[in-house]
């Protein structure tokens, strides 16, 4: 699995543009708190 790091790394190397990259990790943000959110109402999440 690719860190945070990585993945913005990948994104930026493609040409993506600042916006695009703000945007991808703004969802990842997002992401990850419903995901918390599901984990604290009892179900099995992968966060790792």
């Known amino acids: 699995?690719?860190?945070?790091?990585e993945a913005l790394n990948l994104l930026r190397e493609a040409g993506?543009?600042?916006r695009v990259v703000e945007h991808c990790s703004a969802v990842a943000k997002k992401a990850i708190e419903i995901a918390r959110q599901i984990r604290a109402n009892g179900y099995e999440?992968?966060?790792?």
């Open 16 to 18: 993506c543009s600042r």
């Open 45 to 48: 999440v992968d966060l790792s």
């Open 1 to 5: 699995m690719l860190t945070r790091e």
